[in-house]
């Protein structure tokens, strides 16, 4: 049975982690995710799959992108693979993703309350 590969075994070393980092501390919590369109949080167990978010390469690495420069959730960019599926995309189809459970109340309050 192989081992899985590390990170740097993989081509996603010291920079892509720096980048990822970066991508983290200017996150907003509630974001919106480009493939699911569900709210993505910094606390992997605020996210529906209960993941640590995950750079990704809008142009994907399978097509020569170089550089991460969004966040999605773990599970969407393990769906998203390397961007051939693009057009089939939750956030466009509208089809949810079968294990998407977004906790509306973790999201809080949304609008001012009605007098």
Same mark, same amino acid.
């Given at each position: 049975?192989? /081992?899985?590969? $590390? &990170? /740097?075994?993989?081509?996603?070393?010291?920079?892509?982690?720096?980048?990822?980092? *970066?991508? #983290? !501390?200017?996150?907003?919590?509630? /974001?919106?995710?480009?493939?699911?369109?569900?709210?993505?949080? !910094?606390?992997?167990?605020?996210?529906?799959? *209960?993941?640590?978010?995950?750079?990704?390469? $809008?142009?994907?690495?399978?097509?020569?992108? /170089?550089?991460? @420069?969004?966040?999605?959730?773990?599970?969407?960019?393990?769906?998203?693979?390397?961007? $051939?599926? @693009?057009?089939? *995309?939750?956030? %466009? &189809?509208? +089809?949810? #993703?079968?294990?998407?459970? %977004?906790?509306?109340?973790?999201?809080?309050? *949304?609008? +001012?309350?009605?007098?």
């Amino acid at each position: 049975m192989a /081992t899985a590969k $590390s &990170t /740097t075994e993989r081509g996603l070393g010291w920079s892509h982690q720096k980048q990822r980092e *970066r991508l #983290i !501390r200017s996150h907003v919590d509630g /974001t919106a995710c480009w493939w699911c369109n569900a709210p993505m949080y !910094r606390d992997a167990d605020r996210n529906f799959d *209960r993941a640590a978010l995950n750079a990704d390469h $809008s142009q994907a690495r399978a097509h020569g992108g /170089t550089k991460a @420069d969004r966040l999605l959730h773990g599970k969407c960019n393990k769906e998203r693979g390397d961007g $051939s599926r @693009d057009h089939l *995309r939750p956030a %466009v &189809t509208g +089809m949810p #993703i079968a294990e998407a459970k %977004v906790d509306l109340e973790a999201l809080g309050h *949304r609008a +001012m309350a009605w007098p």
